[in-house]
Each structure stands twice: as C-alpha cells, then as structure tokens.
C-alpha cells in the first residue's frame, strides 16, 4: 500500500473508500509496501539456490518484486546456507576470510538510491571480528570504493559497535554506548529523513529502541553508479562480514512510526529477537504458542503527541498466509492489530472442530493468533480468506456456510462469530467485524460437502524417465474429492486428456499417487492435474513442463539407483552453462549448482559428500531454454 504523513487525522470515510484499492497491492514484508518503494527484500528462508545445509551458494533472490538479485560465479567467494540458526529459520553464513573473501553482488540498479528517505531492517549473528576490532565487518553496502559513489554503508567497526556511512564517509556515524558482542542477535533498523533537518535526519534502532540520532548533511542520496554489496565494502576492498545473515529489507522512504513497528514485531516473532519497546504482539510467545510465522499488521501512531500521524491500515492475505484484514474504521493514535500463524502448511481438517453448527463440519488447518492493541473505539474491519495464498486449491461454494472461527486458547470449543458476508472468486470475505479480543481465528464450513475449504494438494510433479513421462502427486487431506484427471498440453493452453484416476473420497492422511506417460510428444510438453469433488466442482494443480527430445542430447545419471557417487553425463550442452538442480519428491530443492561445460559427453559428480537422505529426487538441468529432467532414486 501507499504511505501517508498526515499533517491531520484521515477521516475514515476517505479511508473505506481508499482501502479496497490498495489492499490487495500489497507485497512487502508484514504487509508494509509494494515494490515501488520495498525495493529490496532478502530473506534466507526464500530464493536461494540451495537449501541444503553447509552448502554454498551462487544466487539470493529478491523477494521486492524488483528483481534485485545478489549472486556470486566464484566458488571461493560463496557464502553457504545454514538451516536453523535463527528460531528454526536459515541464514547465510559469511566466512570472514579477507583472502577470496564472501559476498554477493548485484549491479547498479538506481531504484536503490536517487531517494531522499531511507528504512533499512537487518537480522545478523556476527561469529567473528578481527582481533583488536579495527577493521570494518560489512553488512551491505552500494559503493565503488571508499568515499567513491557511495550510497550506504552499514557495518561493525572497532569496540563491537555498528557504523553508518550515508552519501560518502562525511558523516559517519555509530551506535555508541550500544555494542554487539559475538553471538549476539541483532535486530537493527536504520531511517533515514532527507526532509528533517540535518541535525536529526538518520535514526539508529535496535531490538525496536531509539540509540542514535545523528546528523546527515545530505537532503538526497543521488543516483550513484555503483553495486549492491552484501557482507563486504565494496567488490575491490576484502574487508568482509563474519556471521549470519537472516533478512535484509529496504525501502525508498523513512517509513511511519506504525509501519517501522510493524515490520520489528514481524522480524522479533521470526527471529526470536525480544523487542526493548512497542512489543505489540503476543503471539509469539511460547505460552501463546509460538504462532512466529507470517506475522503481519495494521497499525497508526504518532512520532510524538500531537505531531505527524502515520498509519498502516491493512494486510493482504499474500502477507499473511491466507489472511488478510483492513480497516473501516475505529484506529486511533497507539490501535495495532498484529497477527500470525504457527503452521507451514494447510489445508482442510475434520478434527477440533467442537462448536461448529451443521453436519459436515471442517476447518482451515492453519490457526492465526490476533493480537488487538485497542485504546479507545472498537475497531472494525473487513477479513478475507484466500484460499490460493492460504496454500490450498480454488473451489469454493455456498456462502453461507462458511463461518469465521474465533476461541480464547489453542484448544476447547470454538466459537462461530459470524458467516460469510461474500464469496468472491477464491476468497470468502467477512465484512464489519468488530476486532477487540485476542486469541485464534480461523475460517470453517458448516457444510463441506456444499462449501468445501480445498484439499490441500502437496506436489504435483512430470518427470521425464527415458521414453516416458513418470508423474507424482500427493495430498496431505481429501474432502469430498471424486477423482482426478491428468491433462498434457503441446503449447501450455489447450490441454486434453490423457487419464483418469479415481481419488480418496476422504482422508486426513499423506496420499502418493503415481501415472506414466508411455507416449509424451516430441519437443516441450505440459502437464496439469485436475481435481474434481462429488458435486462436480474442480480445480487445477500448476502446469509442469518437460522436455522429450528424440535425439541423444540431454543428461544421464549412473548408477542409477545408487546407493554411493552420483555421477551426471551432459550430452550435447559442450561450451553451454548449466543449472544442475535436484528436488526431492514435495519439490524442496536439496542440491544446486551452475556447470560450465567445456566438452560433449562431460562427465559430472554432485552430491560428492552423500548428503541426499534415501528417497526419490527429480534431477533437472536447464540450457538455452532446453531443460531436460531424470528420476534419481537414493537407497
């Protein structure tokens, strides 16, 4: 959404007319921003090229929607990804080695700079600093060289403290008196206000608290030429970061108060980092149990009694996992509603359902904690549920069956405090709710055989194997589900079909199912899985591409199944570049890497180190838009 500094309070009949067109835009961290002005968002749980632990890796993908991509082509130079580091969350190590030192890059992209307002958010860990602590440990960076179109610079310096460079080195500044000793957790926020004056235009926090305002001369941060760094100076200077790196966020403006709050509270639930001040969610704590993941928010707040109002007033489901809430009216000055979820999938359960009204009860698996900060009027607002951005498939039915789920603790009965006010293509949304007590929400149906809430389909998978095509698919829960149709497309737009298979009814556990394509076209073809319920309603899974190419080029894997080295031949991609990836069979990428092929019939060895568990994986590798996959089977 866009972002105001109100000089006076918004009236709120502005605001209902406003929020149905800025909710849905919403792509940013905790429901804060779009692209346009989150301009960067790295996060370790997301665009990697590997997620295997203790693995290096070539790529860090932005999930802004600007396509700023960090990536690093020499192999000594990687950073390796590292499971578990912050509260069961990955993050990338950096090795501190001045020699071949880590860092990825990204070239000069001016929506990173040519702004007169800054909000940087990052998580970091760092493990080691030089001896003495009197060379810089860099976090990110835009710069060619010292003092050389610099943009930023965020880093450790001498006494363990944190140092900010904006616009050249001339007013450098610290955290003082705040130091981050090794093995520290560190939530740092930095903002930046060309419009202040210059005395009070950057603002240091950590762990939520104000440590630092400091002077900034320059009004603007102009539109220099130069590279994103991540945990290192500049690309000629080897003075690098020692540690993990979680998250890192940044956006084009001095974010308001409300946002700024927001965004911490979503980064202490992830990372377990305890906020000092405006702690306003409670569900991350373990007696409310842990709901740490997707947290998002609508909040409004003033720098200061009577000064500029700022406020952010909705979340989109896409933020949330499925949930999404916006404000009609009742936000006054220190109002927040956080929420979060506890749960990495969903889908629709029969169980714990005690309270609902009908006769085929179900719910949403996943569970959000809402935690209202309310001071004055009641707060009312507009929830959605989505049913793609909750994870599950697209088929919906009557209205009035499906009931908006609340209860006090995570367990007992719950309580159906209203139905649907509408369905609205994959979304069911309930209108005029008062929000005022905290505890759990989520959405039921009275009846799922008439208004079901989707099964929850894991993976859908088309894997070239030899002449054929082998395809997978599994489904955690079944409702009401017929059958399936598998369906194989030449272009990706006409499909037709190829089989039938008949599907659980119901069920509640992980089902594999399993077909073969004897006769898969030449050339690229496309796959799709169609789900259909008793009542005719159906769905469709993602589209899958393979490709069957009737000559001798593509890849081969020996042996095969192994139970030792895993050995790759590429035929007919000598002098090409090749992405490697292997997935296992939900679709986790477990190996990546990018070969330069020198020869035909080059022979390859991944996974030298036997880490792939005992299973069956889909080996793909892509060139020149040909992409050619193998089943792997591990014993």
């Not at 946002?259 to 409310?288: M, P």
């Not at 928010?297 to 949330?320: E, K, Y």
């Not at 009312?380 to 919906?396: A, P, R, Y």
């Amino acid at each position: 959404m866009s972002y105001f500094r109100y000089m006076v309070r918004i009236s709120f009949l502005l605001v209902g007319v406003l929020i149905s067109s800025f909710l849905y835009s919403q792509t940013g961290p905790a429901g804060i921003g779009t692209s346009a002005n989150n301009v960067l968002w790295l996060k370790a749980d997301a665009g990697t090229s590997s997620i295997t632990n203790n693995t290096p890796i070539s790529s860090w993908n932005d999930q802004s929607g600007n396509s700023i991509n960090v990536t690093q082509t020499v192999s000594v130079k990687q950073p390796s990804f590292a499971t578990n580091v912050f509260n069961g969350f990955p993050a990338i190590s950096f090795d501190n080695i001045k020699t071949n030192n880590d860092k990825l890059t990204a070239p000069d992209s001016p929506i990173l700079d040519n702004t007169s307002g800054y909000t940087f958010f990052t998580i970091t860990r760092p493990v080691s600093y030089e001896a003495g602590g009197n060379d810089a440990r860099v976090i990110l960076s835009k710069r060619n060289n010292v003092d050389t179109e610099e943009s930023f610079m965020l880093f450790h310096y001498s006494n363990n403290y944190l140092y900010v460079d904006l616009q050249t080195t001339n007013n450098r500044f610290n955290s003082s008196s705040t130091s981050y000793p090794l093995g520290t957790n560190c939530l740092i926020d930095l903002v930046y206000d060309g419009s202040l004056t210059s005395g009070s235009r950057s603002k240091l926090y950590s762990s939520g608290a104000l440590i630092k305002t400091a002077a900034e001369t320059s009004t603007l941060i102009p539109d220099n030429n130069s590279p994103l760094v991540i945990g290192s100076t500049d690309n000629g200077d080897p003075r690098p970061f020692g540690g993990y790196i979680g998250e890192i966020i940044i956006y084009r403006e001095a974010l308001n108060k409300a946002s700024r709050i927001i965004i911490d509270n979503y980064l202490s639930a992830k990372y377990n980092i305890t906020l000092s001040t405006n702690d306003k969610y409670a569900g991350d704590d373990s007696g409310n149990g842990d709901y740490d993941r997707d947290v998002a928010g609508i909040g409004q707040d003033t720098i200061m009694p009577g000064s500029v109002v700022g406020s952010n007033l909705a979340f989109s489901s896409s933020a949330a996992a499925g949930l999404g809430i916006s404000v009609n009216s009742g936000l006054d000055n220190g109002d927040y509603i956080m929420a979060g979820n506890a749960s990495a999938s969903n889908g629709q359960i029969i169980t714990d359902i005690g309270g609902l009204t009908g006769t085929n009860n179900a719910r949403w698996q996943r569970v959000w904690y809402i935690d209202v900060t309310n001071t004055s009027t009641n707060i009312n607002t507009n929830i959605e549920f989505d049913m793609s951005d909750g994870g599950v498939n697209t088929v919906l039915g009557t209205t009035s069956n499906y009931v908006l789920l609340f209860r006090a603790g995570q367990s007992g009965n719950w309580t159906e405090l209203t139905t649907a006010s509408s369905v609205s293509g994959d979304k069911v949304l309930f209108n005029g709710i008062n929000l005022s007590t905290d505890g759990y929400y989520t959405i039921g149906t009275r009846d799922y055989t008439a208004s079901p809430l989707p099964i929850e389909l894991i993976s859908f998978n088309a894997i070239m194997n030899g002449n054929k095509v082998d395809i997978n698919w599994t489904t955690a829960t079944e409702i009401n589900n017929d059958y399936f149709v598998i369906e194989k497309s030449k272009n990706g737009i006409n499909f037709e079909t190829l089989t039938k298979l008949d599907a659980a009814g119901n069920s509640t556990s992980i089902i594999n199912y399993t077909d073969v394509d004897l006769n898969p076209y030449t050339g690229i073809s496309y796959y799709r899985l169609k789900q259909i319920d008793f009542n005719g309603t159906f769905s469709y899974s993602k589209i899958e591409a393979v490709n069957y190419k009737s000559d001798n080029n593509g890849i081969s894997i020996f042996p095969n199944p192994t139970d030792k080295e895993i050995n790759l031949i590429l035929t007919g991609l000598e002098n090409n570049e090749v992405l490697v990836v292997i997935r296992d069979m939900t679709g986790k990428e477990c190996y990546s890497k990018v070969i330069v092929t020198t020869e035909n019939n080059q022979l390859f060895a991944i996974d030298p180190e036997q880490k792939l568990a005992t299973g069956t994986y889909i080996v793909v590798a892509t060139s020149d838009n040909r992409l050619y996959s193998q089943k792997l089977i591990v014993k």
